[in-house]
């Protein structure tokens, strides 16, 4: 046991001290993950539209938060990360300690959707401090230990939300606010602000600070687009676990699909505290555009099996598959943005490649709740299945034709 533990924890060592601990709050602030969960049936079940509606609803959040990204990353250039963290994760949990009061209604609904859009300020801000703080040598590590750190706590918070959810609803509100102002307190205190971390970049040559527009930039970058708009499909697929499978299960279950759709995401926090230490290390000398790719060929199969699943153990299967595709998709991403943008740019970077592949999480929910509103989840499924085995094959192809141009391609 001390064996795989020592494999286990061994990628992690050495990385700068800040990484710690904003791996620690990023444990707390999913501890608290109860909300965003159980959205869809918060929409749905407690305050009663229907699923095409709710799919219009999320949708619309995720419009809204757009603007947000492009904002927020400008900011982060100028004011610093750790300050536009602080003011908008501050402001978001404000908007839920207000929800706890409010009964379910509309009145709720449309106050909890400032939630996320103060929260899309801060998102760029999040990755270009870890960019800032490592390098390419470690930036893989570093990014696989916060995501891991995440869902130990996703392990555990939407199954506690899962469980309040029937019957003390305002406590899945307080205690998300609660979480996120104890991680909160860790950044203020014990994380210093990383503007300017590495002025030119310590000499990689394509984190080198620029002149020019985010667009000047870009478009000296083609391969980023190219890789957000691929993401966007994934982003499109992906987001289906938290919109079609909660309703799912909601048609099988009935109220207990809540219960249900809180230890399957439990579940997926689980697979992904014990695979992820082991995938990062399984990937670290394979293309990053490759890897991405196989992660999307899981995502397929898994979704092609919610397609056909009416049985709980296959959906815990299928939660399985598409998990360890999740998290090779979810610790290559960041490096291969990071390692492709210059320092000066680097919170706009995040924030326009997030507001591309973001919008397919935007428009999934709307495009599918209308879908399977008319021809059933199941066929959902099937279109989804589809639609992502085509964005891996071209994430493959992108991985071919730009072999040695872009920065720890493997």
């Given at each position: 046991m001390k064996r795989i533990i020592h494999k286990m924890i061994k990628p992690y060592k050495g990385l700068p001290k800040e990484i710690y601990i904003i791996f620690i709050s990023r444990i707390v602030n999913s501890l608290g993950s109860f909300v965003y969960p159980l959205l869809t049936l918060i929409l749905t079940q407690k305050i009663g539209?229907?699923?095409?509606?709710?799919?219009?609803?999320?949708?619309?959040?995720?419009?809204?938060?757009?603007?947000?990204?492009?904002?927020g990353g400008k900011l982060v250039d100028i004011l610093g990360r750790k300050r536009i963290i602080l003011t908008f994760q501050t402001l978001s949990l404000f908007v839920f300690i207000i929800c706890g009061f409010l009964k379910p209604s509309m009145k709720m609904a449309y106050t909890l959707m400032l939630a996320p859009i103060f929260y899309s300020f801060c998102m760029p801000a999040q990755d270009a401090m870890v960019a800032d703080l490592t390098t390419p040598d470690n930036r893989k590590e570093a990014f696989s230990l916060l995501y891991m750190g995440h869902n130990l706590g996703f392990a555990i918070g939407p199954v506690i939300g899962g469980f309040l959810y029937k019957n003390h609803l305002p406590l899945v509100f307080w205690g998300d606010a609660f979480t996120t102002s104890i991680s909160l307190i860790l950044i203020l205190f014990f994380v210093k602000e990383?503007?300017?971390?590495?002025?030119?970049?310590?000499?990689?040559?394509?984190?080198?600070?620029?002149?020019?527009?985010?667009f000047k930039v870009l478009f000296g970058r083609k391969i980023l687009i190219h890789f957000a708009l691929i993401l966007f499909v994934y982003q499109f697929a992906y987001s289906q676990w938290g919109f079609l499978l909660p309703l799912q299960l909601g048609n099988?279950?009935?109220?207990?699909?809540?219960?249900?759709?809180?230890?399957l995401a439990g579940f997926n926090g689980l697979i992904i505290i014990c695979f992820t230490p082991l995938l990062s290390r399984w990937t670290r000398k394979i293309n990053n555009f490759k890897a991405i790719s196989f992660g999307g060929m899981l995502y397929s199969l898994s979704f092609l099996v919610f397609a056909v699943s009416k049985d709980i153990l296959w959906f815990f299967i299928s939660i399985a598959i598409m998990t360890i595709g999740e998290i090779i998709v979810s610790i290559n991403t960041p490096v291969i943005i990071s390692n492709n943008s210059p320092i000066s740019h680097r919170g706009r970077i995040n924030g326009a490649l997030s507001t591309i592949y973001g919008a397919g999480w935007a428009l999934g929910p709307v495009a599918m709740g209308k879908f399977s509103s008319q021809?059933?989840?199941?066929?959902?499924?099937?279109?989804?299945?589809?639609?992502?085995?085509?964005a891996a094959i071209f994430m493959s192809l992108l991985a071919k034709s730009n072999r040695g141009k872009i920065a720890n391609s493997y």
């Open positions: 539209i229907s699923a095409n509606k709710a799919g219009i609803f999320m949708t619309s959040i995720s419009l809204l938060s757009a603007p947000g990204m492009l904002i990383t503007l300017q971390y590495r002025k030119e970049g310590d000499g990689y040559s394509l984190e080198k600070g620029e002149e020019g527009s985010i099988i279950l009935g109220q207990g699909g809540a219960r249900y759709f809180g230890l021809y059933g989840i199941e066929k959902g499924w099937i279109v989804i299945f589809i639609v992502i085995l085509i």
